[in-house]
Every structure is written in structure tokens, then in C-alpha cells.
């Protein structure tokens, strides 16, 4: 069974320009979620997505956005980018956000480079 | 509010050396616990869960024990490697009505040396 993929893997951008990050969860995972890693804030939760209804957003700006297909797909959108956004974005993806003892899988992430 | 406390790294040690690494945390509710693993330049794996308390979770020679009265879920291994070797992150994971979330640790560094 294939895991978590992230695409792209390692992506360098301008300040001010915009990115989209995208993933696809394990084969029949529902639930989708962002993650943000940066070595001063550790790994912050951005959003979940299940059933393409966004569930619940961390606390980020508006500029970081995302959505999800129907095929539990997701994209994550970050706009005007700043130095800051400078991190390793991970996808990962579970089978039902309902059940407590759900495992959440994680995929290999996408580094992004803001100079 | 939920917080996840994780023992300040880096932590060293020989190989076939006892580990330790302490987490305890904060929380409304009763959350299940994590350990993922971070090796160089990777995603998180998944190390072991438990989701109840007494719970004991296992794999690849690491246990964690779910402790209610202490709020505790601490990691060891009886006698590490070098491809040990990376970071660990202790985490619990939040379920509501209508999201669930993880919230981590810090990460705990761990270098063995052969």
C-alpha cells in the first residue's frame, strides 16, 4: 500500500510569490491534514480537511490556505510568501478523524525555500 | 489548554546503551499518545502509539507505557544502535466532535555512537 506522497519535494521561491504544495493520502484515508515544521516553532498544525469540508485551522494567516478533491487529494496554497514561511510542510492523512485510536500518517514532506 | 513536555536532546549515547526519553503532557479528555520517529532530511514515521490508559505500545524494540497518573508516556529501548540515530517526537492527538489534531513536542535529538 503506497503512504503518503508529497510533491514537490524541495522548491525554492521568491518573497512575495505564491506556492501550492500537493499530496495524496493513503489509499482510502479521508482525512487530510498540514503540518508546518520550522526549527524555532517546532511542528504547528495548519488545517484538516475530511470529506472536502475543511474541519478545523490552526493559527496561521489567511495567506496559508488549502482544499480537498473529491479522490481526498489536497493541495495547500500559501500566498505573498514571506522569509518566514521558510520550512518543511507535511501531509499526512488518516482514515476517519472519528475514531480516537486512528493513526495519522505522515508522508515525506515538502521543503520550502524562501529567499 | 493540551501541551505535550518533551526531555531537552541532545541525548548520547553508546551503542547497546539504555534509553530513556521523558514526555509528559497536558490535556482535556483522555488522548491518545505518539511517538514518531525523524530521521535526516524525512517525514515523520509513525514509532508506536497507545490510546487508552496501561496501554503499552511497541515496536522495533521501543515501548511506551500510557500512565494516566502521571500524565506520562515515556520511550525506551533496552540497548540502542547507531541507525537509531534521529529525532523523536512525542505527541497526543486531540479528538473532537468535528476534527482531531496532533499536538507535539519539541523532538528529542538522539545520537549514538558505535
Known amino acids: 500500500k503506497a503512504g503518503v506522497t508529497q510533491t514537490p519535494r524541495y522548491l525554492i521561491k521568491t518573497r512575495g510569490q505564491q506556492v501550492t504544495l500537493s499530496c495524496s493520502p493513503i489509499s482510502g484515508h479521508r482525512s487530510v491534514s498540514w503540518y508546518q515544521q520550522t526549527p524555532g516553532q517546532g511542528l504547528q498544525f495548519l488545517f484538516e480537511y475530511f470529506s472536502e469540508t475543511q474541519r478545523n485551522k490552526g493559527n496561521f494567516p489567511g495567506r496559508f490556505s488549502g482544499r480537498q478533491f473529491s479522490n481526498s487529494r489536497s493541495e495547500m496554497n500559501v500566498s505573498t510568501l514571506e522569509l518566514g514561511d521558510s520550512a518543511l510542510y507535511l501531509c499526512?492523512?488518516?482514515?476517519?478523524?472519528?475514531?480516537?485510536?486512528?493513526?495519522?500518517?505522515f508522508g515525506e514532506g515538502s521543503w520550502l525555500t524562501v529567499v | 489548554g493540551n501541551s505535550v513536555t518533551q526531555m531537552e536532546g541532545p541525548v548520547t549515547l553508546s551503542e547497546e546503551a539504555f534509553l530513556t526519553i521523558n514526555c509528559t503532557y497536558t490535556a482535556t479528555g483522555y488522548p491518545s499518545l505518539f511517538w514518531y520517529v525523524q530521521y535526516p532530511g524525512e517525514g515523520l514515521q509513525l514509532l508506536l502509539k497507545a490510546t487508552k490508559a496501561d496501554d503499552k505500545g511497541s515496536n522495533k524494540g521501543f515501548e511506551a507505557t500510557y500512565r494516566k497518573e502521571t500524565t506520562s508516556f515515556h520511550l525506551e529501548k533496552g540497548s540502542v544502535q547507531v541507525s537509531d540515530s534521529a529525532v523523536y517526537f512525542c505527541?497526543?492527538?486531540?479528538?473532537?466532535?468535528?476534527?482531531?489534531?496532533?499536538?507535539f513536542g519539541t523532538g528529542t535529538r538522539l545520537l549514538v555512537s558505535p
Open positions: 499526512a492523512s488518516s482514515a476517519d478523524f472519528r475514531a480516537s485510536g486512528n493513526t495519522i500518517y
Open positions: 505527541a497526543l492527538k486531540i479528538v473532537n466532535t468535528g476534527f482531531q489534531k496532533l499536538v
